[in-house]
């Protein structure tokens, strides 16, 4: 056959590259509208802080920031019990099957947010009664409540969107929602009634939007109690091992801003959230490494076995290391001084505070190429040992070094815990074997 026939050229050009060119265009361009929206987010979320710190006092932004941040934190629960395993089981589901589990997750959502909110209204209710507590916890805890269910119902529609690959859904989402939460906190700025909770009740309230999202797409769900309890027995086995990982890191991680507002007030509490708030500014980064490399290693894995698995590791935390190595010291560089713009005169001299949490992202993405192998093999139990070390390490470090040396202590513990959680992991990468791939080891 010549090489000029056009049967020949119609089956190269229509069978093997256009649909490689189109499957890697779509993967790209998917890439583009999951790193939009993030920005998105991330930005909404700074300038949510920005006009907390600006309008408000130190104190104000301090709760609100802790407030937030421990609620973060808090959705890694729904995370490992819902949204992992549907992540993981729904692309392999026929599209009614995958409507009675999109349902089943929605229950299963709702049941742990009102667990949730009603464990922060459980909180407020005892730091109310105890003569000493603080006096701001409760009120902070009783605008937790309400927070925690509109987050998690707009973190729950992002979530099943990611899933099912319909991204643009998400700007759909997230844009409506940063326009409304901006808009609520500068009329409450501009009336003089913004403070640390009515903040959190306005977020709370524009997140509301996400409910006509849920309207707007009914017919992606079927709700059955029946399969929401089959389907809960299947979530429970596969994400045990992340729920309690998800705890680990919820207590390890938010501890440190809770040890600064107990050892120091509210005041350098605001000036601390003032700081992660610049240095949290490349979240997008953050989260993109993270779910990339989680993706990457499943699939080397998949590919290649533990051999590529560990090539590939290696060379993750190579790259890391040198490309957020240099983005973040120039972050440290600029970081007093952009604290001091975005914040205003009452945030000065925080310059060490963002050096100290620089290095504590750099300890922290460092790990992620492993972590993600961790994941890759379904080692559950390797990442509990890491979690629970992190967790030990963080309180145990973070105490004396926050007490010694003040704010800068919380970097200092971070870089500290996540390097002893790294060090676990790599440990028993190590020891793994030149074994094919899916092993099933766990």
């Given at each position: 056959?010549?090489?000029?026939?056009?049967?020949?050229?119609?089956?190269?050009?229509?069978?093997?590259?256009?649909?490689?060119?189109?499957?890697?265009?779509?993967?790209?361009?998917?890439?583009?509208?999951?790193?939009?929206?993030?920005?998105?987010?991330?930005?909404?979320?700074?300038?949510?802080?920005?006009?907390?710190?600006?309008?408000c006092s130190?104190?104000?932004?301090?709760?609100?920031?802790?407030?937030?941040?421990?609620?973060?934190?808090?959705?890694g629960i729904p995370n490992a019990l819902v949204w992992v395993p549907y992540t993981a089981r729904a692309a392999r589901l026929s599209q009614g099957r995958r409507r009675f589990f999109a349902g089943s997750a929605?229950?299963?959502?709702?049941?742990?947010?009102?667990?949730?909110?009603?464990?922060?209204?459980?909180?407020?209710?005892?730091?109310?009664?105890?003569?000493?507590?603080?006096?701001?916890?409760?009120p902070m805890?009783?605008?937790?409540?309400?927070?925690?269910?509109?987050m998690i119902a707009r973190e729950h529609a992002r979530r099943l969107n990611l899933a099912d690959l319909r991204v643009q859904d998400l700007l759909r989402i997230d844009v409506p929602n940063a326009v409304l939460q901006m808009l609520l906190l500068l009329a409450l700025?501009?009336?003089?009634?913004?403070?640390?909770?009515?903040?959190?009740?306005?977020?709370a309230l524009a997140c509301a939007n996400t409910f006509s999202w849920f309207y707007r797409n009914l017919d992606r769900f079927e709700f059955h109690t029946g399969r929401a309890l089959l389907h809960w027995g299947y979530n429970r086995k596969f994400g045990l091992w992340l729920l309690v990982v998800a705890v680990a890191w919820l207590v390890g991680e938010s501890s440190g801003r809770w040890m600064v507002g107990l050892l120091y007030g509210r005041d350098m509490l605001g000036?601390?959230?003032?700081?992660?708030?610049?240095?949290?500014?490349?979240?997008?980064?953050?989260?993109?490494?993270?779910n990339l490399a989680q993706s990457m290693s499943s699939h080397g894995y998949a590919r290649g076995g533990a051999a590529e698995l560990r090539r590939m590791a290696v060379r993750g935390t190579l790259y890391i290391a040198l490309g957020t190595g240099a983005a973040?010291?120039?972050?440290?560089?600029?970081?007093?001084?952009?604290?001091?713009?975005?914040?205003?005169?009452?945030?000065?001299?925080?310059?060490?505070?963002?050096?100290?949490?620089?290095?504590?992202?750099?300890?922290?993405?460092?790990?992620?190429?492993?972590?993600?192998?961790?994941?890759?093999?379904?080692?559950?139990?390797t990442m509990l040992v890491a979690a629970i070390l992190r967790l030990l390490l963080i309180v145990g470090c973070g105490v004396p070094l926050i007490w010694w040396i003040g704010l800068e202590?919380?970097?200092?513990?971070?870089?500290?815990?996540?390097?002893?959680?790294?060090v676990v992991q790599w440990y028993t990468f190590l020891q793994l074997k030149q074994q094919p791939a899916l092993s099933g080891a766990v």
């Open positions: 056959m010549s090489l000029a026939s056009p049967s020949w050229l119609s089956r190269l050009s229509g069978a093997a590259f256009v649909p490689r060119i189109s499957a890697a265009r779509a993967e790209w361009m998917q890439g583009i509208w999951v790193v939009a929206d993030q920005a998105v987010v991330s930005l909404a979320s700074f300038l949510a802080l920005v006009v907390v710190g600006r309008t130190q104190a104000d932004l301090g709760v609100y920031g802790l407030a937030v941040y421990t609620l973060w934190l808090a959705v929605t229950i299963h959502v709702a049941v742990v947010a009102f667990v949730l909110a009603g464990s922060c209204l459980a909180a407020a209710a005892v730091a109310y009664f105890t003569s000493s507590a603080s006096p701001w916890i409760a805890c009783l605008a937790l409540a309400p927070f925690s269910l509109m700025a501009r009336f003089g009634m913004l403070t640390a909770t009515t903040a959190l009740l306005a977020v000036q601390f959230v003032a700081a992660q708030g610049i240095v949290m500014a490349i979240n997008p980064l953050l989260l993109t490494i993270n973040l010291i120039c972050l440290a560089m600029i970081g007093g001084p952009a604290v001091h713009f975005f914040f205003g005169d009452k945030y000065i001299g925080l310059g060490h505070v963002v050096t100290s949490l620089c290095l504590g992202m750099f300890a922290r993405m460092l790990v992620m190429p492993i972590e993600a192998a961790m994941v890759a093999l379904q080692y559950g139990r202590g919380v970097g200092y513990a971070m870089a500290i815990s996540a390097v002893g959680a790294g």
